[in-house]
């Protein structure tokens, strides 16, 4: 961004006003206003650019820099003679000509600086009119303003958002007072991570929570952190500056979580803009990261357990990869040829429910990602075997929590000659106690087992006048069919 020329008008004031304020055979030096050598008594100020950009100074109180303010005792002090002064008290001076042009700016070029002399004078306010004070040997503060960007037209502009620093000096012993801005202007970082499947076969990601993907984490240091806000954070922290606004909490009716397919050939991806939701205390606020080294783990698999309302990726394959916020735009991992698609030697089995009667029946779902119709029997016991949001924390940490955005219980219609399944491959989630004496699941591979496996099913459906938007089996019945996990590959009840 650059600015024009000021306006023919805005030229003619400047020249005006620089007449006023050096006659009645003032000197520049007197009037507090120098652009020559400087005198023993005088204090240059100056503002470097030393970064890659150009940066931008108000200029709008001539012949008093808009860049610079000067403070003693911490109260502001009035330098420079311009139009923001009163009439003098001595009337042998002039009162300030107040034909001042229109606020604009002054762009300085990277490498450049503006400078300006003083002389120590201060003109002092009192009773409505002005007097002229030498200052010597001060303890004074000099604050320097500036910006990257500017807003306004060409006959108005000011800094936008701009950016002031103090520097602290002696006024009468130092001699130079220079600020040098070092560092550029901050940029907000955006980054793409996308997830390229190229094989031959689709392959599955995690779809949900809402409101950003299950596929992918940003690591620190090896643990993940909050990078859009979603249900599993706290309330917003209290704005301190507005401590009696409400603050913002997530409605938590969230999509459960669901697998995905990602075809051959095709890709994925999610744009994240720098901001890390940070809980602290309890509550979260927005940290807009700049500049840092971090990793991002992105999981795909070729099976699936639930279904298309609920469920997850079954054996996900992750690939972590470091990059640089604020340096890299895009991180791209491909799921590559030579990733062998898993065949699982451990045993599977299909349970089917199959409806052979002239009417039509109704099964459970929506309370977790294994089917509500569905009770696996060990010993006479039922596991869990499925991971869904009735199971603890795994005792295994490099696992995460199951993520509780469960839908509501609803119901599913099979047809006569229609019938529902589910592939379980022998694994159970076993909740065991943990060192700290609280619980947690592990997984355990059964191998070969005799087993039961009771399949539920309904004639009707109903609702409950306490929870009018869940809906559940009415009518209900059972059948239990015993298997061997292992050399059976199918359990099948059949409803006549």
Same mark, same amino acid.
């Given at each position: 961004?650059? %600015? ?34 400087? +005198? ?13 950009? +150009? ?18 005792? $911490? ?65 004074? %503060? ?78 620190? =240091?090896?643990?993940?952190?909050? +990078? ?8 917003? &922290? ?5 401590? =009696? ?13 669901? /697998? ?13 803009? $720098? ?23 992105? &999981? ?6 639930? =279904? ?11 690939? %972590? ?38 009417? +039509? ?31 603890? &924390? ?6 995460? &929590? ?13 047809? /006569? ?80």
């Amino acid at each position: 961004m650059r %600015t024009g020329p000021l306006p023919f008008i805005a030229i003619l004031l400047i020249l005006v006003s620089f007449t006023f304020a050096c006659s009645d055979e003032v000197s520049p030096n007197e009037n507090g206003f120098n652009i020559g050598e400087p +005198t023993e008594t005088d204090v240059i100020f100056g503002l470097e650019n030393a970064t890659d950009h +150009t940066l931008y100074v108000a200029q709008y109180t001539l012949p008093a820099p808009g860049w610079l303010s000067l403070f003693l005792d $911490g109260d502001q002090i009035h330098p420079f003679h311009d139009c923001g002064l009163p009439c003098p008290c001595d009337e042998s001076e002039m009162c300030a000509v107040c034909g001042m042009p229109a606020p604009s700016v002054q762009a300085i070029e990277p490498g450049d600086d503006v400078r300006r002399i003083w002389n120590g004078v201060h003109f002092q306010t009192t009773d409505g009119c002005y007097e002229r004070v030498q200052l010597s040997d001060e303890a004074m %503060t000099a604050e320097f303003c500036w910006s990257f960007e500017y807003e306004g037209d060409e006959y108005y502009k000011s800094l936008k958002d701009p950016t002031c620093e103090t520097v602290s000096f002696q006024q009468g012993v130092d001699k130079e007072v220079v600020l040098t801005v070092e560092e550029g202007p901050e940029i907000v970082p955006e980054i793409d991570f996308v997830l390229h499947n190229q094989l031959d076969e689709p392959v599955y990601i995690q779809a949900a929570v809402e409101p950003g993907p299950g596929w992918m984490n940003v690591l620190r =240091d090896g643990e993940p952190i909050y +990078t859009r806000w979603d249900c599993m954070l706290p309330c917003e &922290c209290p704005d301190p500056n507005n401590p =009696d606004e409400p603050v913002a909490c997530m409605d938590c009716g969230m999509m459960p979580p669901f /697998p995905q397919e990602l075809p051959a050939g095709e890709k994925t991806s999610y744009s994240w803009d $720098g901001v890390e939701f940070e809980v602290t205390d309890g509550c979260f606020q927005r940290v807009q990261l700049t500049r840092e080294v971090l990793e991002v783990e992105m &999981c795909w698999g070729f099976e699936t357990t639930g =279904d298309e309302h609920y469920g997850y990726v079954d054996d996900p394959t992750c690939e %972590t990869v470091e990059f640089e916020l604020g340096v890299d735009d895009e991180v791209v991992v491909a799921i590559e040829s030579d990733i062998v698609p898993p065949h699982p030697e451990e045993p599977s089995i299909n349970f089917v429910l199959e409806n052979a009667s002239p009417d +039509t029946i109704y099964v459970q779902h929506g309370t977790g990602s294994a089917p509500s119709w569905l009770n696996v029997l060990l010993d006479g016991n039922s596991i869990a075997v499925q991971w869904d949001c009735g199971l603890p &924390c795994p005792c295994d940490d490099t696992e995460p &929590c199951a993520v509780c955005g469960m839908p509501l219980p609803w119901t599913e219609a099979v047809d /006569p000659g229609e019938e529902t399944s589910f592939l379980w491959y022998g694994v159970q989630f076993a909740i065991v106690e943990d060192s700290a004496g609280g619980v947690c699941y592990e997984e355990r591979l059964l191998g070969q087992k005799s087993m039961t496996a009771e399949f539920c099913y309904g004639l009707d459906t109903m609702t409950a006048d306490y929870d009018p938007n869940s809906e559940y089996v009415d009518d209900r019945h059972c059948q239990e069919v015993d298997f061997e996990l292992g050399p059976d590959d199918e359990a099948r009840a059949v409803v006549n």
